[in-house]
């Protein structure tokens, strides 16, 4: 045999040899231990997202990451109505999925499908809404900011900077966490705070309202909105009816995060969106594959609020462009 013919073949038979010899002690460690490798299973997420909201993304991506992870075949769909989400997790629990993960902006329309899934034995986590609701819905883990603690916080900070006036614009009626927001703000601030509801699927509406408003009380010293893309409309609106008021925000993106650095937005409180994706799957893989919870089945994982402003926006401008905050 050729010399460098007779090397190949031995380092062959060594490479061989050496991954039967793993491959037998791996299984004899899988044996002793107990240790299994991540079974397949699907997960089903549907969200109240409103068609164009890039909140969303950040929400499907850390699901997307976290799917990946651990074997999981995730199945998103979203819908503003509150009653077309309860069919979509009834067609959920019809296709027999392993694991749901839900929003719950309007908790009674989804009380009775979130019982009928623990019914059928599929585990239930919810995240982003309804953390005053989740236990008694029947869910098993909650993932998300305390709304009541981010409002506090916001009319705390509108107090430090001497703010006398603010409007609270409220995309949706009715939906709980945004609702929250609102009244937590109002509680802890010590001025003026107006409501003002809006259809937040109607953009050029949006802008119109704030602007009236503006316009009609040359008071107002700050608009807060409940959403980025709302904010990048109210900064519009100030401009359109010549106003002085401030402008800050409940949730990030990347043109917010843009718009503090460039000092026109002063702050937003971050919810950190894509932990709650991720965390809703990877807890339903986890409880799937190795019967572990989040907070012991009675206390929420809070992934916010935390202040998004000029002393760190730098780091999470990094984030942002990559599209994970």
């Known amino acids: 045999m050729i010399p460098h013919l007779r090397s190949s073949a031995l380092v062959a038979l060594f490479v061989a040899t050496f991954a039967a010899l793993t491959a037998c002690s791996s299984q004899s460690a899988r044996q002793a231990t107990g240790w299994v490798p991540s079974s397949p299973i699907t997960v089903a997420m549907i969200t109240h997202q409103t068609p ?21 075949t995730l199945r998103y769909y979203s819908d503003p109505s509150a009653a077309q989400q309860a069919e979509l997790v ?11 993960a839900l929003t719950l902006a309007k908790p009674n329309a989804m009380a009775d499908v979130v019982r009928k899934a623990r019914a059928n034995n599929i585990p239930v986590v919810a995240f982003n809404s309804g953390m005053d609701n989740w236990k008694s819905i029947g869910a098993m883990e909650y993932f998300g900011s305390d709304e009541a603690i981010a409002g506090t916080e916001f009319g705390e900070r ?8 603010a409007l609270c614009v409220i995309q949706e009626q009715g939906q709980v966490a945004l609702e929250t927001r609102c009244s937590s703000l109002k ?25 009236s408003k503006l316009q009609q009380d040359p008071s107002i010293d700050q608009v807060v909105t409940l959403g980025a893309p709302f904010a990048m409309i109210a900064l519009q609106s100030v401009n359109s009816a010549g106003s002085h008021a401030k402008v800050a925000t409940f949730d990030t993106n990347k043109q917010a995060v ?55 926006v730098a780091q999470i401008a990094t984030f942002a462009a990559r599209g994970t905050r």
């Open 187 to 211: 509680k802890a601030f010590r001025g003026q705070t107006d409501m003002l509801y809006v259809n937040g699927q109607n953009p050029p509406d949006v802008q119109a309202s704030i602007t």
């Open 52 to 72: 164009g909201d890039a909140f969303w993304d950040l929400v499907r991506k850390g699901a997307q990451d976290a799917a990946a992870k651990n074997n999981v």
């Open 158 to 165: 509108l107090n430090s900077i001497g703010a006398k006036h």
């Open 90 to 100: 009834q067609n959920a629990i019809d296709q027999r999925v392993d694991g749901i």
């Open 258 to 312: 843009q718009a503090i650095q460039q000092g026109k937005l002063e702050w937003a409180v971050d919810q950190q969106p894509y932990l709650q994706g991720y965390l809703a799957v990877e807890a339903l893989a986890l409880f799937k594959n190795n019967g572990d919870t989040f907070g012991g089945n009675a206390q929420a994982v809070l992934t916010g609020p935390s202040f998004v402003d000029q002393s760190n």
